[in-house]
């Protein structure tokens, strides 16, 4: 089984700061692999010791996200081999772009069986790429997911767990698809000192965008603006009562008052 | 000169933050309040390869370098001092010498089970009559046939009753001083060996320190290490790289109170201001940081010279002796920051405290330190008159 992981090489937000205007400082996020692409990682390795499959990192960017220290911070994560396409032509790029490209790199490994994702990007965070990759390739996406193992690997089945509101979902799917992890779907491992150490002897295929096929798109979105909420007024009002139901009682009068129920 | 990490020790460091904080920060109070030796953690720590980080893979290590063995011991001190000690005490104490100067044999079974973490180590030198003072050792080895006889005892054995293999010296030619001093393996289970009750200390409480008792104790011939009079020479050699160690679990507590320190600093309000903006408080701080980084670039620079094989004696002795005055210093301002909070056990800098404190008695006292950094000074100075 040809499992590929599509992770972000992004910055931590931990380290970026927002000024009083409301505009993010990234200058000194450090970079990493985005959240809880480690979760996808590890749904992946399980996949693969089950079934005796192949896991390959994929990561698309600007030219940063090949840097040497990059690519050991992923192969160290347990991949087999990693597909990196670096071209600073995707700077910036939006979700559409950069899915357009991870889907015609996923055609360039070839017989992919399954493509697993995490959840969302910790910088970016619009949940998009798991969705429009898959559309891009035509197969199907499958969100919230929390296990997958290969239920009959020769015959390409995949059976998938997924969670919904209350409970959760299994599905059988067939043929290849497009998985996103939710994001406790399984505790990461931490990657072993020997990981580490074999971590830039792995093998890596570095391409840029022109080297894959792919198409055209005519439409562009652009972030034109960000505002931050607007900030309400409260009340602050604190009801010090000791009985509780007395304090219930002047809550619900309370809100009465104010027409909230 | 190049003070950059590499990439690897880069990720090394990574690597052990995450697992300090998925799996030592959770118990570390716990088993320090309850002086409880983390045996859980053992396996955990062999799985990523910090059992054995120094140790060629051939023999079940990571092979990886002295610095980045500096690091991870450095690592797991910030989060928990006692687990640091016991990954220091197994690969750097109990491990080294056999690597060093065992037989094939001798590595093949003993340092692929330590190196893997299948086994635990312990070094035993110190005696009840015999510390810094190591030719006044009483305990003797004795060669019988194709065995040796061991009898005496040891004291402040890190490890003792957990380990599995012990590196023993004992006196197999008491009229020779530090020249009669030879090592031996020791495994155990070995009748005549047994392990006394471990010690209340005042820090470093979830680590094992025992006595060892030898009673007749009959190990192989070839359980001796290196040659006959050889011990001495093993043991400092050892040593040397163990006050890397104790310099790394001192840079590790000290970073830690100090991360505690600016975590409080910046929560804790008075006067309608966070005491951080108190400059009282800016100058321990940055009182605790630049001390913090000198002792780190010590430590580092002791074990890179070891990496190179250079001579590094006394610049170990330095890293050691320097690096554990200020994680005691440190935590000291640690808690005077923290003020009567800090005096609790709700905060950890209190424990940082008693754990620095050791990192300045054990593998050579501070006073140790010096008489041997002055009297390598002393000779420098003389040979370039």
Redesign the interface.
């Known amino acids: 089984m040809k499992i590929v992981v599509a992770y972000k090489w992004a910055p931590n937000p931990q380290d970026a700061s927002v000024g009083v205007d409301g505009a993010v400082d990234w200058s000194r996020a450090k970079p990493g692999i985005s959240e809880y692409d480690p979760v996808a990682i590890e749904l992946a390795r399980r996949l693969a010791e089950a079934t005796g499959g192949e896991v390959i990192a994929l990561t698309a960017g600007p030219k940063s996200v090949d840097a ?2 990059a690519r ?2 992923a192969l ?1 994560r347990g991949f087999d081999r990693a597909v990196i396409v670096a071209d600073d032509a995707l700077e910036g790029a939006g979700t559409t772009e950069l899915a357009a490209v991870l889907a015609a790199a996923v055609r360039h490994i070839g017989d992919v069986d399954v493509v697993i994702t995490g959840d969302s990007s910790v910088d970016v965070g619009a949940k998009m790429v798991p969705t429009v990759l898959a559309g891009q390739l035509g197969w199907p996406a499958v969100a919230e997911v929390t296990a997958v193992s290969g239920s009959d690997p020769a015959a390409g089945l995949l059976r998938v767990e997924r969670a919904i509101t209350g409970g959760t979902q299994v599905l059988e799917i067939t043929g290849p698809a497009v998985l996103a992890a939710s994001t406790d779907a399984a ?1 990461p491992r ?5 990981d ?2 074999a ?2 002897k792995k093998p890596v295929e570095t391409l840029e965008v022109p080297a894959l096929d792919v198409p055209a798109s005519g439409t562009t979105v652009t972030v034109t603006a960000t505002a931050r909420p607007d900030l309400k007024a409260r009340k602050g009002q604190l009801i010090d009562t000791a009985d509780p139901a007395a304090a219930a009682a002047e809550l619900v009068a309370a809100l009465r008052a104010d027409g909230a129920i | 000169m190049d003070f950059e990490l590499s ?2 020790q ?3 460091q ?2 052990v933050r ?2 300090a904080a ?1 799996e030592v920060a959770p118990i570390a109070a716990e088993i320090d309040r309850n002086h409880r030796f983390p045996e859980e953690l053992i396996p955990k720590l062999a ?4 059992m054995g ?1 120094p140790y060629p ?1 051939e023999f079940g290590g ?3 370098d002295y610095l ?1 063995f500096t690091i991870v011991v450095e690592e797991l001190a910030r989060v928990c001092a006692s687990t640091s000690v016991i990954v220091a005490a197994h690969a750097g104490l109990a491990a080294w010498p056999i690597f060093e100067y065992g037989t094939p044999a001798q590595k093949e079974k003993y340092l692929r089970a330590l190196a893997t973490g299948e086994k635990l180590g312990a070094f035993a030198l110190t005696e009840p009559g015999a510390g810094t003072d190591a030719a006044s050792g009483k305990t003797t080895a004795v060669l019988d046939g194709d065995e040796y006889v061991l009898n005496g005892s040891k004291i402040f054995i890190t490890n003792g009753g957990y380990a599995d293999i012990y590196v023993v010296t004992a006196m197999t030619d008491p009229d020779r001083g530090t020249r009669g001093i030879s090592a031996f393996i020791v495994e155990k289970d070995t009748p005549g060996f047994t392990v006394g009750e471990r010690e209340h200390k005042m820090g470093i409480k979830a680590s094992s320190t025992t006595p060892l008792y030898f009673s007749d104790c009959r190990i192989p011939k070839d359980a001796l290490l290196g040659k006959e009079g050889r011990g001495f020479v093993i043991a400092m050699e050892t040593f040397d790289g163990g006050r890397v160690g104790v310099g790394a679990q001192a840079v590790g507590i000290a970073q830690g109170a100090l991360d505690a320190s600016i975590a409080y600093a910046k929560e804790r309000v008075q006067f309608g201001k966070p005491i951080s903006t108190f400059e009282a408080i800016q100058w321990m701080i940055a009182d605790m940081a630049t001390e913090i980084d000198a002792a780190r670039l010590l430590v580092y620079r002791a074990a890179w010279m070891k990496d190179n094989g250079l001579k590094y004696g006394q610049e170990a002795s330095m890293a050691k002796l320097f690096a554990a005055e200020t994680a005691t210093r440190v935590a000291g301002k640690a808690i005077q920051i923290h003020g009567g909070y800090g005096f609790t056990e709700s905060y950890p800098v209190e424990r940082a405290y008693r754990d620095a404190k050791i990192t300045e008695i054990y593998e050579g006292t501070s006073e140790v330190q010096r008489m041997t950094i002055a009297g390598n000074a002393l000779r420098k100075h003389k040979a370039t008159k």
């Not at chain 1, 931490?190 to 020997?194: E, K, L």
């Not at chain 2, 799985?47 to 910090?50: A, I």
């Open positions: 040497s220290m050991k911070a160290s505790v931490v990657p072993g000192m020997r580490i150490l971590a830039g | 990439e690897e880069l990720l090394i990574e690597m995450e697992f998925a799985e990523v390869g910090l980080v893979e990571a092979g990886a980045s």
